[in-house]
């Protein structure tokens, strides 16, 4: 029967154990120097050593023939706890033995000195899981237990547990295990197994681990029985669901000259081949964290885990965006990877996220205003400017235009509804976001990319930019429709019928700069631009001010 790497490779001794130094070699010391203490706290995230730490300690301060305070693992106590053929070490898996009388039972215990060995070792697992009635059972054992007793709780969650508890504890928090020191161990048991494997392959399941080993190792498990001993890149890809490194720098190409179309195309077709859409996003966060450490250091080994060739890449790619872009891309990443934890359609949010990326003009952070107006003064420079404006009157002439065969008129000046639209708008949405039953989040998200409203005849148009068909054709669903008509109405007080249209549906009238002599071409544009700048930086100002 096959045994899992994690199991068969478990750490005998100290040495054994990957990424702790600070604390083996504390425990040593504490063994050289007969300190040893009659409580321990582990604590740490899963597959990080903790258990198999207590249990080395066991054996180490029980050795009868201990070599630098490291456990023989062969004599006659080791390898009875080695088998579990002792009643001095005792372990106990708090989740399922956390009552009172759990605990009652033990302190009972406590009382008989050990058979074969100079501790008894009590490793208690998952400590957090104890009942607040065997907590305050244990506490009193825990503080003033026999000479020859030895507590090891370990514990996934150290803010669950008493701080009565914690005091009478030594405590030892086990960090994440580096991708390098996962690498050097999956590629040492891989030489053990006459496993060939591509560097790049195990430095994927490190980093995909999220620093426990045993998740590593599982992995690697699942990878040789797939790869049949020859472990290639590719196939760690294929099994994991994560995204292609040669993907990720390819869409973030895309995000960072501002092309839609592509980034979306991509998106579409990691969906077409199945994979998990949490993954790309987390991914890319990742890989632009790594860009913004790009362009803030020199120093990478340490704080960027990956091969040097795709370091390489990194600052390639990294020269051509500024840090400003980098916070807002990874701003808004995130904010899509805590709400699609929630989300009934990850794929609707992940389009909407692609576009607020790709285009700064559909996203309100300073990041944003910032780079619309870096892009704007560039359009200043190269004259490449094309200027749409309303055609306003002395007399506030009404100009009327033919929507799908449907005749709507825009005011020169907004009326008082379209006023109470847009003053109400974000609480519009609120009570979308806050009716948690009708589990219509992909419609919050939408309202926030709407360009302008118009009012006529008590018909609310909704108005988007001519990019966001995709928003246009979901909302006007009539269930949608309805919807949200019902939510203005239950908001406002206010009864409206609602259609959804594009800029490019709305005769607007345009002046085109082609003709204008240089000089007094470059002033107009100059003009128009500027005040576009300056309501920007205003907005700017605002926010910081908040």
């Not at 054994?16 to 504490?30: A, C, F, P, S, W």
């Not at 559909?362 to 560039?378: G, P, Q, T, V, Y």
Request: glycine share 2%.
């Amino acid at each position: 029967m096959h045994k899992a790497l994690y199991r068969a490779y478990r750490p005998q001794n100290f040495e054994d154990v990957v990424g702790q130094e600070h604390i083996t070699r504390t425990l040593k010391n504490q063994i050289e120097n007969n300190n040893v203490g009659h409580a321990y706290l582990f604590s740490g995230t899963r597959g990080t050593g903790k258990t198999s730490t207590a249990k080395i300690f066991a054996r180490a301060v029980n050795c009868i023939n201990s070599i630098n305070q490291e456990p023989c693992n062969e004599c006659d106590v080791c390898k009875d706890i080695l088998n579990d053929n002792i009643m001095d070490v005792i372990e106990i898996d708090a989740a399922s033995n956390n009552s009172v009388d759990d605990i009652r039972e033990l302190r009972e215990n406590v009382k008989y000195s050990p058979t074969k060995s100079k501790y008894k070792v009590y490793i208690i697992d998952e400590v957090h899981m104890l009942s607040q009635g065997a907590f305050n059972a244990l506490l009193k054992t825990l503080e003033e237990p026999p000479s020859y007793v030895i507590f090891i709780l370990a514990t996934t969650e150290q803010h669950k547990i008493p701080a009565t508890i914690l005091s009478r504890c030594q405590r030892f928090d086990f960090k994440r295990v580096t991708v390098n020191d996962m690498t050097d161990r999956m590629k040492k048991i891989c030489n053990e197994e006459n496993i060939e494997v591509e560097d790049k392959a195990l430095n994927l399941i490190a980093r995909n681990s999220q620093g426990a080993l045993r998740d590593a190792l599982s992995m690697l498990d699942q990878c040789i029985s797939f790869a049949d001993h020859k472990i290639e890149y590719k196939d760690v890809v294929e099994l994991l669901g994560t995204v292609n490194i040669e993907q990720l720098f390819e869409m973030a190409k895309f995000i960072i000259n501002q092309d839609t179309k592509e980034s979306l195309q991509i998106l579409n077709e990691f969906i077409i081949w199945g994979k998990d859409i949490r993954n790309l996003i987390n991914d890319l966060i990742d890989h632009f964290r790594n860009l913004m450490v790009c362009k803030v250091s020199t120093d990478l080994d340490e704080i960027i885990s990956l091969p040097e060739e795709i370091i390489d890449q990194l600052k390639l790619q990294a020269s051509d965006v500024d840090v400003n872009d980098i916070i807002r891309v990874l701003n808004i990443l995130s904010v899509t990877q805590d709400t699609m934890k929630t989300s009934t359609n990850p794929r609707v949010l992940a389009e909407i996220t692609m576009m607020k990326i790709a285009q700064p003009m559909f996203d309100e952070s300073k990041e944003a205003l910032i780079k619309r107006i870096e892009n704007l003064e560039n359009r200043i420079e190269t004259g490449n400017i094309k200027v749409n404006t309303n055609n306003i009157e002395n007399n506030s002439e009404v100009e009327k235009t033919n929507v799908a065969e449907e005749e709507i008129i825009y005011e020169t000046v907004k009326s008082e509804d379209v006023k109470l639209i847009e003053s109400s708008w974000t609480k519009i949405r609120q009570s979308i976001k806050d009716d948690k039953q009708s589990k219509q989040m992909p419609v919050y998200f939408l309202l926030g990319d709407v360009s302008s409203f118009n009012v006529y005849e008590n018909m609310l148009y909704i108005i988007y930019g001519d990019g966001f068909e995709f928003a246009k054709k979901r909302l006007s669903d009539p269930n949608t429709i309805a919807y949200i008509e019902k939510m203005i109405r239950e908001t406002l007080n206010r009864s409206f019928s609602i259609k959804v249209i594009l800029e490019s549906e709305v005769k607007n009238i345009s002046l085109e700069i082609k003709d204008v002599k240089k000089d007094k071409g470059e002033e107009i544009l100059k003009e128009l631009v500027n005040e576009d700048i300056l309501e920007i930086k205003q907005s700017i100002e605002e926010n910081e001010h908040k």
